[in-house]
């Protein structure tokens, strides 16, 4: 039986659920010090926020999962944004709305339910890498398979197409997101089991779709990932931010299930017990939401049928419920005949991180539930 090498993923990931009382916040008690701080509104619509501590955090540094704005095109400054991260957690300032029970929407209004997901780099401290055709501003953690990885210039910056850029993580990253910090441009996301020369949208419902202008129709290796033309990804005198996950045995999966379209659908074998789940339709833009479960916003159900509250990371909506998604001890069950994640036939990438490893870095079987 395979072992992990994380026995405590809080070192390395988290999540942290708050109501907001208003004003200036810090949230604190994390296990590490936050490099990508994921924020969403639970009980309102507002935007997924999203910053790491290569840009900075700051008005202008705040991203939208949900969202094709550029950086700091969030209005961030009206609603609140994060003002910085601290050894175990990170700060968050008002903004500047007359209307006060809206000034900290974002982050801490009265009342209101957030949830924030947090992922360990480097602890800020960035490296020049030179592995690619473009040198990258990279911080990187080979621990936990996660990377930032900041390329391209605003104002002096040219390109070539196809182009390499190196992601330092020593190992072949499996999902991968590339976001243009300049314009208004989509998300684009890479997902192992899309394969090469394909691009679907973390900001859309959209169908994966074919797309060499994106990667070239090439997979990332251990040191490289590839863009082409396409300027979600690459383009002259333009700025990007790329996420990047390898996956760690017992700590992170990024693989794909296919759905039956019946009450007992498919079961992914993970290797851990899941915290947090990302699950999207592939072949179709209906119900093609991008559906995040994690194991703090759960409606716990019977024995392990848990985590059906979800949040959609293309959608400011707010949190919505849903039955049928067991989170076991080493995977999850599909338990609902939605075409959300289960329409039958149809093929389901997920991206998942855990909550405890199925077998310690000892052999030891653990006791998660």
């Known amino acids: 039986m395979a072992y992990t090498t994380i026995d405590d993923p809080t070192k390395y990931f988290d999540v942290t659920l708050w109501t907001g009382t208003g004003g200036a916040r810090t949230i604190s008690g994390l296990n590490h010090k936050p490099d990508l701080i994921?924020?969403?509104?639970?009980?309102?619509?507002?935007?997924?926020?999203?910053?790491d501590?290569?840009?900075g955090f700051n008005a202008n540094s705040e991203i939208g999962a949900n969202s094709d704005a550029a950086e700091g095109g969030l209005s961030a400054d009206v609603y609140g944004y994060k003002s910085g991260h601290t050894s175990d957690g990170w700060t968050m300032?008002?903004?500047t709305d007359s209307v006060d029970s809206q000034e900290d929407g974002n982050t801490n209004q009265p009342g209101v339910t957030y949830v924030g997901w947090?992922?360990?780099?480097?602890?800020?401290t960035t490296s020049s890498n030179n592995d690619g055709d473009y040198t990258s501003t990279v911080q990187a953690n080979t621990t936990s398979g996660f990377s930032i990885v900041k390329?391209?210039?605003?104002?002096?910056?040219?390109a070539s197409s196809p182009a390499t850029v190196g992601h330092g993580l020593g190992s072949t990253p499996k999902w991968i997101l590339i976001k243009n910090l300049d314009g208004t441009r989509d998300w684009g996301v890479h997902h192992v089991s899309n394969g090469a020369g394909k691009i679907i949208y973390l900001n859309l419902t959209n169908a994966v779709a074919n797309s060499t202008g994106f990667d070239n129709g090439t997979l990332p290796s251990s040191s490289?990932?590839?863009?082409?033309?396409?300027?979600?990804?690459n383009g002259n005198n333009l700025e990007y931010i790329a996420y990047c996950w390898a996956p760690?045995?017992?700590?992170?999966?990024?693989?794909?299930?296919?759905?039956?379209g019946e009450s007992s659908g498919a079961f992914a074998y993970t290797g851990f017990k899941p915290a947090w789940l990302m699950i999207k339709r592939q072949d179709s833009s209906t119900n093609g939401d991008w559906a995040i479960y994690d194991k703090e916003r759960s409606n716990i159900g019977n024995g392990d049928?848990?985590?059906n509250d979800f949040l959609r990371a293309n959608g400011s909506n707010t949190e919505a419920s849903a039955s049928g998604l067991d989170i076991l001890s080493n995977g999850f069950k599909i338990r609902s005949t939605s075409s959300r994640v289960n329409a039958n036939d149809s093929l389901y990438i997920y991206m998942a991180f855990a909550e405890h490893p199925f077998v310690s870095s000892k052999g030891v079987p653990t006791t998660a539930k």
């Open 53 to 55: 501590s290569t840009r």
């Open 93 to 95: 300032v008002d903004g």
């Open 38 to 51: 994921w924020t969403k509104t639970r009980s309102v619509a507002y935007n997924h926020m999203l910053s």
């Open 248 to 260: 760690i045995q017992g700590f992170s999966k990024f693989g794909a299930y296919k759905g039956n």
């Open 305 to 307: 049928n848990e985590n």
């Open 151 to 158: 390329y391209g210039d605003a104002s002096s910056f040219s």
């Open 224 to 233: 490289v990932f590839t863009v082409n033309t396409l300027n979600v990804a």
């Open 118 to 124: 947090t992922w360990a780099a480097n602890g800020g």
